[in-house]
């Protein structure tokens, strides 16, 4: 039986891939800052262990609970919108904290494993923020464009030991909780000087005309793991495939 871990499970994107995985026959060992918020129904392939990727024993107690893997999905990340000016320094260390130097943290502790056993796969969730420059998310934009270097080179890295390094592209997703994952409202980040350029975006944001499911980011990561290709880049949901399409 193959085995899993997913981080940033509690919702959105990680419950769905949880869900689509244990469907599947998989193990899967789902992971969250407070397993207290799991939803998942209760599985024998099901282990719910605590993680917080930005500290380094949380990620060590966590992998070693978890035992033999197959497959890492790094997709544990908080948002971060607003303009860049009224952003708190914090605010942004915290977003690369968590999106950048988790992913690299959880990449890095998992790579002994999958080097001795010659096999597994990385899978690193960024977002469509990559495939073309949205307004309003520069910090956010940078965390993720970070990690889409950062596994294009690993790939590269890794293969020598039949490890695979890949990214899933996810689209705009108004059902995750992508905009609750702050503690900053727009109010904060969004001062009275931006708001003539702000309010189109926002509306926009509001009302897109195509959106990402979390069942589409689920199916891009059980494709990224399984399909047993070279394949980099997986853009998941029907915006980010066609801003792939057009980049």
């Known amino acids: ?8 499970c509690s919702s959105g994107y990680g419950l769905a891939t949880a869900q689509y995985f244990l469907q599947r026959g998989w193990r899967v060992v789902a992971t969250m800052r407070n397993p207290q918020a799991n939803t998942l129904a209760l599985s024998d392939r099901l282990t719910v262990l605590p993680l917080d990727v930005t500290r380094v024993e949380s990620i060590a107690a966590a992998l070693e609970a978890a035992g033999p893997l197959d497959a890492l999905v790094n997709n544990a990340g908080i948002g971060a919108m607003g303009a860049l000016e009224s952003t708190p320094l914090s605010k942004i260390r915290e977003v690369f904290e968590t999106n950048t130097l988790g992913t690299i943290a959880m990449t890095q502790a998992v790579i002994p494993q999958f080097r001795g056993q010659r096999s597994g796969t990385i899978v690193n969730v960024t977002s469509s923020v990559t495939l073309t420059p949205m307004p309003l998310t520069s910090a956010y934009s940078a965390s993720k464009m970070a990690i889409e270097g950062f596994t ?8 020598a030991f039949g490890i695979g390094a890949k990214l899933v592209e996810p689209g705009y997703g108004p059902t995750t909780r992508f905009a609750q994952n702050t503690d900053l409202s727009l109010e904060d980040t969004i001062p009275q000087a931006y708001r003539d350029f702000a309010q189109p975006i926002l509306e926009g944001f509001a009302e897109p005309a195509l959106t990402t499911d979390p069942s589409d980011v689920a199916m891009a990561i059980w494709q990224a793991v399984t399909d047993g290709t070279g394949q980099l880049r997986y853009p998941a949901g029907p915006d980010a495939i066609a801003l792939a399409k057009a980049a």
């Open 152 to 159: 294009a080179a690993l790939a590269f890295e890794l293969a």
């Open 1 to 8: 039986m193959k085995s899993i871990l997913i981080t940033g």
